[in-house]
């Protein structure tokens, strides 16, 4: 392979790669990945998988962005709800003349306050209301479709609302009559505790998710919710789980000269990558340059008649084709980062703090530092067993590496092991 970032594009192919145990050779990198590879090699590549993963997640904030700007403009930026279809033409949603009679008709009969999901459930049915894959509409379609702005004309995107260039299929008072009643029966349950590591954590028992209780209005236990029958598994307090659950943060404070190491090994990259694209952008504009003058060539060679009009039709097909892939090319440069330094400085100095950061906050405030950093979770014998997401496991993994080196009295980084410049 040219280098690290033309081969992976998530963590799920590093890992399928790594189980074939193949020797892959990065040719640009100078660097063979096997068995024999040193660990500190392993280390750095692992970063640069992460960082090839982060080229791909900023693409992704590229079009959310450009979602967000076609929100703005009032054209429905995704994909349109049930009684709606998109239209090429003017790029925004239209009424579906099969669909939006029968959604009108199930925001009426709610409206009257004499309707439940369930009978909607069964009235949708009667009428041939289906899903586009024609399936039967459920409580929860049903309940979502009720709650949905965009019917009336605008639409909520990323918690903003914004008045859409469509067409409407039911009015705003009518909307406004239905969110009163759902709202009067949302109020009349009334709402469960909120636990802050509900949801966080499975029963490494029977595999069901773990839930929580408060006792004597005081005490929260958690505990297995015993969902596929009687469950051997103990409850734990809610401050046994949180220290459990704290625990592996202890392992994500790197040595001061391993991050050091680390950003000297991503500014390189940065840097031959920075100049790589400078010389690929080079190229492709002079690529760009010759097919515009050849295309402006044969736009005169048409117009006195040196070639024929199929001769020009062909040779222009050819070069736009052409032109369109090199400006495609050119903007995928524009977008790439390199090894986004600033991200790497954010991941590690997250790491260093995490610990410190989870033991001074509350526990609503650990579930969303732990959100960030765990990804699975398992309460076994009333013990916690924590699975890292994979940036801060790879962290870990150099952690433990660099402590295993101090107890056996060894450098952490090797003499002969030029992994710093100068």
């Known amino acids: 392979m040219e280098k690290t970032d033309r081969l992976y594009r998530n963590i799920r192919d590093w890992v399928t790669l790594d189980d074939l145990q193949a020797d892959i050779h990065f040719v640009k990198e100078n660097f063979i990945l096997n068995d024999e590879a040193k660990s500190s090699e392993k280390f750095v590549h692992g970063i640069k998988v992460l960082m090839a993963k982060n080229y ?16 703005r403009q009032g054209l429905y ?126 029963c490494g028992t029977c595999g069901c998710m773990v839930t929580a209780q408060t006792a004597k209005q005081k005490y929260t236990y958690y505990h297995c919710t015993h969902g596929r029958g009687d469950c051997s598994e103990k409850a734990v307090r809610e401050e046994t789980l949180a220290e459990m659950l704290g625990e592996p943060l202890k392992g994500l404070e790197l040595s001061q000269e391993r991050i050091e190491w680390i950003m000297a090994q991503v500014q390189a990259d940065d840097a031959e990558g920075h100049s790589q694209r400078t010389e690929e952008r080079r190229r492709l504009e002079r690529d760009k340059t010759d097919l515009e003058a050849k295309l402006d060539l044969i736009y005169e060679d ?31 440069l524009e977008q790439e980062s390199g090894s986004d330094l600033a991200s790497v400085e954010r991941i590690l100095e997250l790491s260093q703090k995490a610990y410190s950061l989870y033991l001074a906050r509350k526990p609503h405030e650990q579930r969303e530092l732990l959100d960030i950093l765990l990804l699975n979770t398992t309460l076994k014998d009333k013990t916690a067993k924590v699975e890292l997401k994979e940036t801060f496991g790879i962290i870990a993994d150099g952690v433990k590496e660099d402590r295993d080196k101090i107890e056996a009295g060894e450098p952490i980084l090797a003499n002969n092991e030029n992994w710093l410049p100068g």
Request: no cysteine; charged share 30%.
């Open 56 to 71: 791909v997640d900023n693409l992704g904030e590229e079009a959310s962005k450009g979602m967000l700007e076609k929100a």
């Open 302 to 332: 048409k117009l006195t008649g040196t070639i024929t009009k199929e001769f020009w039709k062909k040779k222009h097909e050819e070069y736009t084709s052409r032109l369109s892939w090199i400006q495609g090319e050119i903007q995928k």
């Open 77 to 202: 930026p995704s994909y349109p709800p049930l009684g709606y279809l998109n239209e090429r033409e003017s790029r925004s949603i239209v009424p579906d003349p099969d669909r939006a009679s029968l959604i009108l008709k199930l925001f009426k009969a709610y409206a009257t306050g004499r309707e439940s999901y369930e009978a909607l459930v069964l009235l949708a049915f009667q009428m041939g209301l289906r899903t586009r894959k024609g399936n039967k509409l459920s409580k929860s379609v049903i309940a979502r479709t009720l709650d949905n702005l965009t019917y009336t004309g605008s639409f909520v995107w990323k918690g903003t609302t914004y008045p859409g260039k469509y067409e409407p299929i039911i009015s705003r008072a009518l909307f406004d009559q239905v969110q009163e009643r759902i709202n009067v029966v949302t109020h009349s349950n009334p709402k469960r505790h909120d636990h802050a590591f509900r949801g966080l954590v499975r």
